[in-house]
């Protein structure tokens, strides 16, 4: 080095300036810069220290003692479940499926068809990168799992039909069960199912069992519609009976009331005076009983008692009246 330079360039001291500039710019190549959407992640020896950094600039160790990664952690990727796509050289996407993916077994033990997409990011980098191997295959075997567990616990005809909402739900929550217990830092933003049928070979006779199901949840529309119009008017009808059952109960208690004060009153006169009493009932009864019978009277001492025949007198006036009409 001190035949190299000028003069010796100062000896021992020119040689500890070189080395110091030598190892400035090596300690200047430890910043990066994480951008937008990105995650720092540094080893250190090798080993990852833990921590991530967000986006700005920032310095490690550089190599060979220290190395740093930035994935995109805002990046939201896409998982084929159950069936392969692919962009053909006309620009048209074709899908092929994957039976040993797509085909499982329902609660009623039954076969079913299901193609499905995983839409998923990186939540935390470090964890991302260094406590799972294979990522994407991790994620997509995960996938395959919790989707067979939740079909596993549903009948066929919930699955195919008003049960998929609820099965892309419980897959979501599974599958992140899953993985944060794995410590995989993923988090799953949304499942979705494409496709959701009984196997080819099947399908005929699924149909079949689809067209009863359909003709059965009409009766049971129609027997309800039914039911709706005739527990109304049955308790309308219901309720009309026991309005006028009241109504006979009141009339007969205040009828029957009546009868008794009007025996207690024709009683308590009974008492003051029971002969004339006996006679005006005997009388008033005698008179209800021979109203319309012909009749003669006969006093104590055996004689006739002079009889007015007001019935037929009546009677004539009427002829007269009508006949002068």
Known sequence: MKNLMPGGFGGGRGIAIVVGVLVGLWLLTGFYRVDPGEQGVVLIFGAWSGSTQGEGLHWAPPAPI???FTPRVAE????EVGFTSSDS???HTTERNMPSESLMLTGDENIIDVDFEVFWRIDDAGKFLFNIQGQEDTVKGVAESAMREVI???PLESALTKGRTEVEKETQELMQQILNSYGAGVQVTDVKLRKADTPPEV????????AAGADREARINEAQRYRAEVIPEARGDAAQIVQKAEAYKAEVVARAQGEASRFVAVYNEYRKAEDVTKKRMYLETMEQILQNVNKVIIDDKGGVVPYLPLPEVKKRQQQQQESGK
């Open 89 to 91: 050289s006309r620009g």
């Open 76 to 79: 939201v990727r896409r998982l």
């Open 203 to 210: 399908i005929d006779d699924f149909r079949d069992v689809q």
């Open 66 to 68: 220290g190395r740093t």
């Open 152 to 154: 596993g616990r549903r």
